[in-house]
């Protein structure tokens, strides 16, 4: 049997005091919302994540990599698979309609997902820098996160999303040691992925956020982002790259990186889904979908078979 | 290793046992079955043979790297790991305490034979298939049908 609350202030207290909400509880119609929004733009990311990630396999240099993009493909749809199921448990949308509002143009991906990888070193900036990102978003999530089931599978992705940063980091290795023209794309693509990946945190945090009140996601987006800061610019200055903002440095006197002014205007626009590439990457994931009707089809007549 | 004595094969063990698979950090490579065979010599000398789970996986060279350096870190200077194709790995070889924390710490369970595996969040025998693969070629997907949670099933 679920539990229930009788008031929204009951609910409040039982999640502030660390209680976990499972699927069968009578939880508020504001909260289920709010979760289900979230993970719906979890799964639209992954599954964004790992169409992006297959156009890469037959162009990765070498066996060893075709592998590794091989693997973080399985584990992106996997990762897409897993949460859609999670957000339809919860009887906003099926998964169905979650998937044709994406392809539609109607659903929300992350900004990452709405900007073009034109070349390999591309790739590398962004298994370094957005996979680590979005590494440090989820493990903040998983600390604090109310929501049962999400935080069990968070558990999962954030393992496989760890080894993925390991070939982000063996791939900068090659690029950093590499001859003058690696060195030369990467600070290319650096330039190209900066910006969004600090994006990626979202918005200076409102004081009134739902998903902080009910610990959907506890950790404010200018901390994380921060955490980013501090870690991956002492990395890149240590490799001998420089990040596209001339107002980067390292206050003397707390020996802590600033950034300068972010301009939030092209995070903006990947909201509306009308990112520069936005509009091929969601016509590209839609013609995914159509292309594979076909096989959706025959598993659903033999199921209708065995059912007979 | 204490120095000074001649190590032996259980003093490999005792090193690989810290050794994570990649995948599922705090799961040992011992507990899921990789190690084949450990061989130490009275000079000093160590080998290892591992077995992949699956010949295409893209972690071989991380484990292999990760187990070398445990080693060396241990003070055994040049061991030899290498990645052998017999005997072929199953879910049988993964030990109790790694099916135990498969279980607890990442909702997942393990296939051993055709016995179906308890759902490890509410322990009831009722999962069922939704997915043939989850996020690994390795894993499927089911619900629980008692408790309705989303697990992934280790073949």
Redesign the interface.
């Known amino acids: 049997m679920g539990r229930s609350w009788g008031t929204l202030a009951e609910f409040d207290a039982f999640v502030a005091d660390g209680g976990i909400v499972e699927p069968i509880d009578d939880m508020p119609d504001e909260y289920r919302q709010a979760v289900f929004r979230f993970i719906e733009l979890h799964a639209n990311s992954e599954l964004m994540g790992g169409l992006t990630e297959r156009d890469w396999i037959p162009r990765a240099p070498g066996l060893r990599r075709k592998m590794a993009v091989l693997a973080k493909t399985q584990d992106e749809i996997g990762h897409a698979h897993l949460l859609y199921m999670v957000a339809a448990d919860l009887g906003m949308k099926t998964r169905t309609e979650m998937l044709e509002d994406l392809f539609a143009g109607r659903g929300r991906f992350h900004n990452v997902f709405h900007y073009q990888a034109v070349t390999w070193a591309d790739q590398v900036a962004i298994a370094y820098l957005v996979d680590a990102g979005a590494l440090i978003s989820q493990q903040a999530v998983f600390k604090q996160c109310s929501y049962g089931p999400y935080r069990r599978i968070l558990r999962r992705i954030i393992a496989e999303e760890g080894f993925h940063m390991r070939h982000g980091e063996e791939m900068l290795l090659t690029f950093a040691e590499g001859t003058t023209t690696q060195r030369r794309m990467f600070a290319e693509a650096l330039d190209r992925w900066w910006w969004p990946t600090l994006h990626m945190f979202g918005p200076p945090s409102k004081p009134d956020d739902v998903l902080a009140r009910w610990r959907i996601k506890s950790e404010r987006n200018e901390d994380l982002r921060d955490k980013f800061v501090q870690k991956y610019a002492t990395l890149l200055d240590s490799y001998g790259f420089t990040p596209p903002d001339p107002e980067l440095r390292r206050d003397p006197d707390t020996g802590r990186w600033v950034t300068g002014e972010i301009d939030w205007e092209p995070l903006k626009a990947t909201l509306s889904n009308l990112g520069p590439d936005s509009a091929r990457r969601v016509a590209d994931a839609a013609t995914h979908w159509a292309d594979s009707r076909w096989v959706r089809e025959a598993l659903e007549s033999v199921a209708a078979g065995v059912a007979a | 290793m204490t120095t000074g004595m001649i190590p032996t094969a259980s003093d490999v063990v005792d090193v690989l046992l810290g050794v994570d698979d990649?995948?599922?950090?705090s799961v040992s490579i011992v507990d899921l079955g990789l190690v084949e065979a450990v061989r130490a010599g009275e000079d000093g000398h160590v080998e290892v043979d591992l077995i992949p789970t699956f010949l295409?996986c893209?972690?071989l060279?991380?484990i292999a790297t990760d187990v070398r350096r445990a080693l060396q870190h241990a003070g055994f200077l040049q061991p030899v790991v290498r990645f052998v194709d017999r005997p072929v790995w199953t879910t049988s070889r993964i030990t109790a305490a790694g099916r135990r924390q498969l279980a607890s710490?990442?909702?997942?369970a393990v296939r051993v034979g055709r016995s179906a595996p308890p759902c490890p969040?509410c322990g009831t025998i009722a999962l069922a298939e939704?997915?043939l693969?989850?996020?690994?070629?390795c894993?499927s997907?089911n619900?629980c049908q008692a408790?309705?949670?989303?697990v992934?099933i280790v073949r």
């Open positions: 990649p995948e599922y950090p295409g893209p972690a060279e991380f710490e990442f909702t997942v969040h939704t997915s693969f989850g996020s690994m070629r894993r997907i619900e408790c309705g949670e989303r992934e």
